[in-house]
């Protein structure tokens, strides 16, 4: 699992170049078509949230098939530790942005504050400065709030079924918007346009949880997500050069999930060798630990490094360049990040794991160690 964080890392660090530099330069092609290295890392980010998350319910809801907790219980549990690793340093950024006054937070924080960031940049474009990447955290918070509904509370023997449903959901949606005429970033940043990368890892949470006895089965079903998808993605980027996709189009993002399924499933087993190793260096893993901070505050840096610290100590020529703008305001977010994981989320993070619900805590007391049988 913990090369998880090291993809995080690389994540994390490509939002950095597009939102500090790539504006500048050239985007990457393949075969002619733009790559846009900030989207691809989002994906990445909604796919392994749909795995991290689902695994979490998914063990919540074999508590409660085996009688620790109740159904109840595991709800409460899933929102409020949820709700204390998210909230407290999202709000304190957002007040912080309210206090100075970077633009545009105090002319749209309701929206932020409700988490509803994703359709006021559908309204508004891309361009909205410090709260640009707010649309992906109002995105997995919507999902955060709705998918519990789902893992929890949908039958067993129905779950496979519905979560491959959910993943057709975000096609059609696209085909919708495509259809009727919206602008073209809702579709990119509705929930609705992409609960098929969530639902995504969500399919690879269950393999993992209920197909663990098989490993073979899963290796099969990735590769076929590998080969089948990243063909079929590469087939995709060909036809778009050539203006040729149409409809085709709304799987682009699906078919790129389904590459990056195949890499989280190898990552959790641990790549061996070299690249392995490489995906273990500890930096990574420390980096990867606090990609949320990374990202929460990175788009916040320039808007308060700039006048608060470089030009009072006549630095700004530390951003004078593209190579300096990126090095300086990435070594500020990190210098933020880690003072926010040792001041802040650490400490909230010990409250979070000091917290016992009073039903689990009884029933783990009646229950012998080893007593508790596996849900089927």
């Given amino acids: 699992m913990k090369q998880l964080d090291a993809i995080r890392t690389f994540g994390v660090f490509s939002v ?73 340093i999202f709000y304190l950024t957002l007040a912080i942005g309210y206090l100075l006054d970077i633009p545009p937070v105090r002319d749209s924080i309701g929206w932020h504050a409700s988490y509803l960031s994703n359709l006021y940049l559908s309204d508004h474009g891309w361009e909205l400065g410090s709260v640009t990447h707010f649309w992906s955290l109002a995105v997995e918070e919507q999902f955060y709030l709705l998918w519990p509904l789902v893992i929890l509370l949908t039958p067993k023997r129905w779950l496979p079924a519905v979560l491959v449903a959910a993943m057709g959901v975000a096609p059609l949606y696209r085909l919708y918007c495509m259809e009727s005429g919206t602008n073209e970033i809702l579709p990119f940043v509705h929930a609705l346009g992409n609960i098929d990368l969530l639902a995504m890892g969500g399919v690879l949470a269950y393999l993992k949880m209920y197909r663990k006895s098989r490993p073979e089965a899963i290796a099969k079903v990735m590769s076929f997500c590998l080969w089948v998808g990243g063909s079929l993605f590469l087939l995709d980027a060909v036809l778009m050069t050539f203006e040729m996709a149409g409809r085709f189009a709304i799987f682009s993002r699906t078919l790129e999930g389904m590459c990056f399924c195949w890499a989280f499933n190898k990552a959790t087993d641990g790549f061996t060798g070299r690249l392995g190793a490489f995906l273990e260096w500890k930096p990574f893993l420390f980096l990867g630990k606090i990609s949320y901070g990374l990202y929460l505050y990175h788009n916040f840096v320039p808007y308060v490094a700039k006048p608060y610290l470089l030009e009072p100590l006549h630095l700004e020529f530390l951003v004078s360049n593209l190579i300096g703008k990126f090095v300086t305001y990435s070594t500020i977010t990190v210098a933020v990040a880690v003072a926010s994981w040792y001041l802040v989320e650490i400490p909230i993070g010990r409250f979070r794991d000091s917290l016992r619900f009073g039903e689990r805590r009884e029933r783990r007391e009646r229950v012998p160690a080893g007593a508790v049988p596996e849900a089927k």
């Fill in 16 to 88: 950095f170049y597009v939102h500090f530099v790539s504006t500048h330069l050239p985007k990457p092609t393949i075969f002619g078509h733009d790559i846009y290295l900030g989207s691809t890392a989002l994906d990445a980010f909604f796919v392994m949230s749909g795995y991290l998350i689902t695994g979490l319910l998914l063990k919540g809801r074999k508590d409660y098939e085996a009688g620790i907790v109740s159904r109840g219980t595991a709800f409460k549990e899933f929102y409020v530790r949820r709700s204390l690793r998210i909230f407290p």
